[in-house]
């Protein structure tokens, strides 16, 4: 891993930390319900 790759994976994961939980779970149920519907 160089150090681009390791800047590049902190900003991917700061990046994810703010995005807001409720978000998250939306995305994550509703794909389910897509796929049985």
């Not at 995005?19 to 519907?37: E, F, M, V, W």
């Amino acid at each position: 891993m160089t150090f681009s790759d390791f800047l590049r994976y902190q900003y991917e994961s700061i990046k994810r930390a703010e995005l807001p939980p409720i978000a998250r779970h939306s995305q994550k149920t509703n794909q389910p319900l897509g796929a049985a519907a």
